[in-house]
């Protein structure tokens, strides 16, 4: 089975811009999550979706927003990036979506940087 | 969702059992532990969960005491590939689905030595 993939693996872009992130779970799960890795913040939840609905969400501000579609594959956008965009953004998916007993499957991440 | 506490980093020698400590003092009862760990520059990967009893699989073993305020989890036969950064989390599952997503605090780095 093949494992969760993201697209693109890095990218740089300008402040000011927006960015779009991709992210296919593994085939047959619903949930999808999204993380935010940086050195000083370390891994921090932005949110989840199930169901094209997003279910939880972390405490980022609303220019971090996401979508599900209907086979379950997500995007994540970010707009008017800032410096401290600069991130690793990370995808996971799970087979029953948000409930303890089902972990997370995490992709290998998108390396986004903002000059 | 409950705290974690780890030590910042360990060391262990290649072919000996690596037992890393997690407290969870304030572990709430349908709160589950969960072990992840994140090999540098690639996603976290799950190793191993449990609520209560302990649990083994072909990567680890996870043993949770009695009272459930703390856990260790057991890499039998340590081999390089697993220096790695671990991570001890507890999180709910809350009534009806869903959850809050995973809270990583600043985990364990463990190191094999050759």
């Known amino acids: 089975k093949a494992g969760v993939t993201q697209t693109p693996r890095y990218l740089i872009k300008t402040r000011g811009q927006q960015v779009t992130l991709s992210c296919s779970p593994i085939s047959g799960h619903r949930s999808v999550s999204w993380y935010q890795q940086t050195p000083g913040q370390g891994l921090q939840f932005l949110f989840e979706?199930?169901?094209?609905?997003?279910?939880n969400k972390g405490n980022f501000p609303g220019r971090f927003s996401g979508r599900q579609f209907s086979n379950s594959r997500s995007e994540m956008n970010v707009s008017t990036l800032e410096l401290g965009d600069s991130a690793l953004y990370l995808c996971?998916?799970?087979?029953?979506?948000?409930?303890?007993?089902?972990?997370?499957?995490f992709g290998p991440g998108t390396r986004l940087t903002v000059l | 969702d409950a705290k974690t506490t780890q030590p910042t980093s360990m060391d262990c020698a290649e072919g000996r059992a690596a037992n890393l400590p997690c407290n969870h003092s304030?572990?709430?009862?349908?709160?589950?532990v969960y072990w992840y760990r994140q090999i540098h520059s690639q996603g976290p990967q799950y190793i191993i969960h449990?609520?209560?009893n302990n649990e083994t699989n072909e990567m680890a073993s996870l043993i949770i005491t009695e009272d459930r305020k703390s856990s260790t989890l057991i890499l039998p036969h340590a081999t390089l590939r697993d220096t790695a950064v671990y991570y001890c989390?507890?999180?709910?599952?809350?009534?009806?689905?869903?959850?809050?997503?995973?809270?990583f605090g600043k985990g364990t780095h463990l190191i094999i030595q050759p």
């Open positions: 979706y199930f169901s094209e609905t997003q279910r």
């Open positions: 996971a998916s799970s087979l029953e979506g948000g409930r303890a007993r089902n972990e997370q499957f």
């Open positions: 989390i507890v999180r709910v599952e809350r009534l009806g689905g869903g959850a809050d997503g995973l809270t």
């Open positions: 449990g609520l209560k």
């Open positions: 304030t572990i709430s009862g349908n709160e589950y």
